[in-house]
């Protein structure tokens, strides 16, 4: 490991974020070459209108895409520019930000189905040195992974890419947009009749929201979208969805039974275990039919502890 990048830094998660409130979320595509590994690692497409887990809520009509993706490219760079700072960002060469990188290269072929909007994004995979067991991937497809949930729970390569799959799953499926929406037409309504009733105005409801989202936890029918979403994608760059379940088994054991913030709306233990485990006879078939990976990485070594 680059002796310059600190695995103990205290870093903030973004105020906004398209991911699990649990720990369980360049501008050339994931840098280092990137596009043209995404690209070959190309499949057959599957309309975005066949494939039943891309529905997305009405709800996210209520306020523009570009606004939250806008507003989520300056948090995710304002986030990057602190680990930085603190030391805590890991270099290009770093070998768990290359392993994260190729993982990601082989998924975004499979992220424009769902919604055309991917095919624009500038998507991007960072590495933070933290003990949080953390991951997220912000709208617009700004991943980052902290240095804990990899060293912690010595993650395989497949059940990176379950991780990686359901957080990109809830940017394509603008969870973060539909949760900004809601606020709007519920802050809305109030605002309206804090008007007629003379209390004034309540303030401008989309920045309202989009200042919101640090705290916004999604509800369980939407970590469950982003768990069969994330299966899918994973399954079809060629990982095994079956990593799904040991996924699981590690993060409870690994947490005293307690999911972790990141997850902590998600079913748990063999509640979690037995969804995912309905999901696999759909999957496993694309698992089959897909291109394996060609590189294989071994997870980084154990935190050492924190002196007292």
């Known amino acids: 490991m680059d002796c310059t990048f600190r695995t103990d830094a205290t870093v903030d998660t973004p105020a906004l974020v398209s991911a699990c409130r649990c720990p369980l979320h360049a501008r050339r595509l994931f840098t280092g070459g990137v596009v043209g590994a995404a690209l070959m690692a190309g499949a057959g497409p599957l309309a975005a209108q066949t494939i039943p887990e891309c529905k997305r809520s009405t709800f996210t009509k209520a306020v523009s895409a570009e606004t939250v993706e806008q507003q989520a490219m300056l948090q995710y760079r ?9 030391r805590a960002l890991a270099p290009a060469e770093h070998p768990q930000l290359q392993r994260l990188r190729y993982i990601g290269a082989r998924m975004v072929p499979y992220t424009r189905e769902c919604n055309p909007r991917a095919a624009d994004w500038k998507w991007e995979v960072n590495l933070i040195g933290s003990r949080q067991i953390n991951a997220f991937c912000m709208p617009g497809g700004k991943i980052a992974f902290y240095y804990g949930i990899l060293s912690e729970l010595q993650l ?41 009733l003379g209390f004034g105005q309540l303030g401008d409801v989309a920045a309202q929201g989009l200042g919101q989202l640090a705290s916004l936890a999604f509800s369980r029918s939407d970590e469950t979208e982003a768990d069969a979403l994330g299966l899918l994608i994973a399954a079809r760059a060629g990982y095994d969805p079956r990593a799904g379940v040991t996924l699981w088994q590690k993060m409870t054991a690994g947490t005293g039974g307690a999911p972790p913030e990141l997850l902590s709306t998600h079913p748990t233990g063999p509640t979690r275990i037995k969804d995912i485990e309905a999901k696999l006879p759909r999957v496993l078939p694309m698992f089959d039919a897909a291109g394996k990976p060609d590189r294989r990485f071994a997870p980084p070594a154990r935190m050492a502890a924190a002196r007292p």
């Open 156 to 196: 395989s390569d497949d059940e990176v890419a379950m991780i990686m799959g359901h957080e990109a799953a809830h940017a394509l499926l603008e969870h973060a947009r539909e949760q900004v929406g809601k606020n709007t037409v519920t802050t809305g309504g109030l605002r309206l009749l804090s008007s007629l």
């Open 78 to 86: 304002q986030m990057l520019q602190k680990a930085s700072g603190d």
